[in-house]
T-cell receptor, first 110, second 114 residues
Framework: DAKTTQPPSMDCAEGRAANLPCNHS???????VYWYRQIHSQGPQYIIH???NNETNEMASLIITEDRKSSTLILPHATLRDTAVYYC???????????FGKGTRLSVIA | NAGVTQTPKFQVLKTGQSMTLQCAQD?????MSWYRQDPGMGLRLIHY???????DQGEVPNGYNVSRSTTEDFPLRLLSAAPSQTSVYFC?????????????FGPGTRLTVT
């Protein structure tokens, strides 16, 4: 079973920030939080990952709470092309497989 | 780099037929895996490999075989196709050294079993 809980769907206005929450209350000390997204029926695409510090890259920001039991993926200026299913995954870095849950379907609305 | 390539893109099989889904990567990644995705569902892991000659089962391995004779290729064999295996199949690969261990996914093979 997936170790994360995400809302099934969210809407966001184009140009606004999209904040996608993820609960991972049973996360272990050596597990990272990864975010992937799947646009339409394409293969999933890596977005960002982190252990305990907040992370930012060209696509998004990842905010992890101090107790590491939850996190938020932030798309700072959502566009229509960000409409996708977003998956939050916790895993130990290395040869452990990615285990996908059902994710959050984000709809960006013009 | 071509990244992760999968062939064929589409396939229709009759019940009981066998076939092999091809997956190749040109990034010298040690880790490769196969997932299936049913309509409206998340991805489920079928098999994975951490290097040539090493494979292991995932969540839903029944009805599928894999082998890893080279670093580049990781074919998935359907032994006797069943309608329940109608799905989209994704192959992925990643590096196992230090770093973010980002997994790269192929474009998928859409399989219909009638």
């Amino acid at each position: 079973d997936a170790k994360t809980t995400q809302p099934p769907s969210m809407d966001c206005a184009e140009g606004r920030a999209a904040n996608l929450p993820c609960n991972h209350s049973t996360i272990s000390g050596n597990e990272y939080v990864y975010w992937y997204r799947q646009i339409h029926s394409q293969g999933p695409q890596y977005i960002i990952h982190g252990l305990k510090n907040n992370e930012t890259n060209e696509m998004a920001s990842l905010i992890i709470t101090e107790d590491r039991k939850s996190s938020t993926l932030i798309l700072p200026h959502a566009t229509l092309r960000d409409t996708a299913v977003y998956y939050c995954i916790v895993r130990v870095v290395g040869n452990t497989p990615l285990v996908f849950g059902k994710g959050t379907r984000l709809s960006v609305i013009a | 780099n071509a990244g992760v390539t999968q062939t064929p893109k589409f396939q229709v099989l009759k019940t009981g037929q066998s076939m092999t889904l091809q997956c190749a990567q040109d990034m010298n990644h040690e880790y490769m895996s196969w997932y299936r995705q049913d309509p409206g569902m998340g991805l489920r892991l079928i098999h994975y490999s951490v290097g040539a000659g090493i494979t292991d089962q995932g969540e839903v391995p029944n009805g599928y075989n894999v082998s890893r004779s080279t670093t580049e290729d990781f074919p998935l064999r359907l032994l006797s196709a069943a309608p329940s295996q109608t799905s989209v199949y994704f192959c992925a690969s990643s590096y196992l050294g230090t770093g973010k261990h980002e997994q790269y996914f192929g474009p998928g093979t859409r399989l219909t079993v009638t």
